[in-house]
Nanobody, 118 residues
Framework: QVQVVESGGDLVQPGGSLRLSCTAS????????MDWYRQAPGKRRELVAQ???????NYADSVKGRFTISRDNARNTVWLQMNSLKPEDTAAYYC????????????WGQGTQVTVSS
């Protein structure tokens, strides 16, 4: 069983920055594809950013140039650096560990709330 835990959500003003952290347990963390999703009230959960085992990244068009995903395999941790935040970035942010060799659907964290408001 892989445990996924997010942290770092907060209330921030428009234009501000925030860094989310996610740790995932397991000795094979370096093989996980790590994703950040978000879900705003009344909306579907959407993929925000992804970093796969070789370090390649992928971003939603809405966050390109503002958000950066990174990982440290030695610390079993992935971060989402969010800059130039907008009110429409307000959502619950979820970390997902993709490890199909362990569990097809992967593992989810409980989420951390990001609110962008003045």
């Amino acid at each position: 069983q892989v445990q996924v835990v997010e942290s770092g959500g907060d209330l921030v003003q428009p234009g501000g920055s925030l860094r989310l952290s996610c740790t995932a347990s397991g000795s094979t963390f370096s093989r996980y594809a790590m994703d950040w999703y978000r879900q705003a009230p009344g909306k579907r959960r959407e993929l925000v950013a992804q970093i796969i085992s070789n370090g390649m990244t992928n971003y939603a068009d809405s966050v390109k140039g503002r958000f950066t995903i990174s990982r440290d395999n030695a610390r079993n941790t992935v971060w989402l650096q969010m800059n130039s935040l907008k009110p429409e970035d307000t959502a619950a942010y979820y970390c997902h560990a993709g490890a199909p060799f362990l569990k097809p659907e992967g593992y989810w964290g409980q989420g951390t709330q990001v609110t962008v408001s003045s």
